[in-house]
């Protein structure tokens, strides 16, 4: 059987309230601490085994704080939310922790398999 094309008019995913809530909440959190509460976050979840990989750091409500050296993946999350049909997860939020430093990356968890193991 053929795979069907995604259509122009299928949604986009939507966040649960909870994910939308922490998104909110980091929105007015202050800018120049959000890389301490991520860190504290990936220490967190490292402490508690929740890291399926070594740079994926697991947390509730089926979120994932994801750390690399790659400001622009964040960028790339937010192009392929525009995009229809894909199953990507979503961005819910980032930040450097200083110029070239850590950035990490906040978002859903989809279930499947990593990129990196494709």
Partial sequence: MPKQVPSQSQPLPSISWSQKLIKFLLSIFPKTLKPHLFEMLVKASSFLGWSPFHNIFCLPFKLVV??????????????????????????????ISA?????????????????CDI
């Fill in 66 to 95: 994801k750390t690399t050296d790659r400001a622009v993946e964040a960028d790339a999350l937010r192009f392929v939310a525009s995009l229809r049909g894909i199953d990507a997860p979503t961005l819910i939020d980032c930040c």
């Fill in 99 to 115: 110029p070239g430093g850590t950035t990490y990356i906040l978002s859903t968890w989809i279930d499947g398999d990593c990129l």
